[in-house]
């Protein structure tokens, strides 16, 4: 693949977690050349790392458009429908990258999410298998079964596959779900050290706070180091720069540690604005229609 030096540049932005920057950068190579699919789908990948899922499959779709046998953009456009619960175009798209490029792993990955999240967890586990029959150290596929398996609730198998997963990345989503796991089993200690590992690694992660905070009786005397981590937790819950799912979770987080301090009243409009955040909006996509 051979790249501009603008495309270069752009990309390095993106590598080194400059998204904004990188969003510019693309958007200038697109507004010179709207054709140029390298430069759609690495725009529609920084959408996609800021949350804007919207834009992310926008952009994705274009990309596609323009090389409709590419296995790389049909899969990450796949996960960009999965976010926009369009789960059957992800299925479709995901289905049309492995019949294009049957070794492309994380079309299995993509295929994967789209099944799990469409209620259908056995299908997601032959195709997290599929994938790691590929690409055996995979750590999407990893993670993911690792969370097919505890929806099922095998939780010996998915610890098996949650601690492979760290083992090959060791980041805080493959914590937070390690953590979960540990929860399901009754082993607090262990998951508040994985939720703890989760959020140092990513302070905004929402889903890893909300868990923290869930497993804490923050009245409790003993949990008066966790009540000194409060004033951290309602600064990020309350940055509107965070993106929406990330707040909504801090603020559950957030609303639980404020109910169980006695405040309900305060607690109250937490909830529902945490609630109002991570209500899906309909997001009608029809690149297959």
């Not at 990309?63 to 996960?79: D, E, I, R, T």
């Not at 097919?148 to 010996?156: C, N, P, Q």
């Amino acid at each position: 693949m051979s790249f501009s030096p603008e495309l270069k540049k752009a990309l390095s932005l993106q590598q080194s977690g400059q998204l904004a920057e990188a969003i510019a950068a693309y958007s200038a190579i697109l507004q010179k050349d709207s054709k140029n699919a390298d430069a759609l789908h690495l725009l529609g990948l920084c959408f996609y790392q800021v949350g804007d899922f919207p834009r992310s499959a926008n952009m994705l779709s274009q990309a596609v458009q323009l090389q409709p046998k590419s296995a790389l953009y049909l899969a990450n456009f796949g996960l960009a429908l999965v976010q926009l619960n369009q789960l059957a175009a992800a299925e479709q798209a995901s289905r049309q990258a492995i019949q294009h490029e049957p070794n492309h792993a994380p079309a299995y990955v993509s295929l994967g999410m789209a099944l799990s999240r469409a209620g259908f967890p056995e299908e997601a586990e032959k195709a997290y298998r599929d994938c790691l029959h590929h690409d055996p150290d995979n750590p999407d596929a990893l993670n993911n079964m690792s969370m097919v398996l505890r929806d099922l609730r095998r939780h010996e198998e998915a610890l098996e596959f949650g601690q492979k997963a760290l083992e090959q990345n060791e980041n805080f989503a493959n914590h937070n779900n390690v953590g979960n796991i540990f929860n399901d089993l009754g082993k607090l200690d262990l998951a508040k050290q994985h939720y703890e590992k989760s959020i140092a690694l990513k302070q905004d992660y929402g889903q890893a706070w909300s868990n923290w905070a869930h497993i804490i009786r923050f009245g409790a005397e003993e949990y008066a180091d966790e009540v000194d981590r409060l004033p951290e937790l309602e600064k990020l819950a309350h940055n509107t720069a965070i993106i929406p799912a990330d707040r909504g979770h801090l603020l559950f987080a957030l609303a639980k540690a404020t109910k169980d301090q006695g405040q309900f009243e305060e607690a109250f409009p937490l909830y529902e604005e945490a609630n109002d955040l991570l209500t899906p909006t309909p997001f009608p996509f029809d690149h297959f229609n």
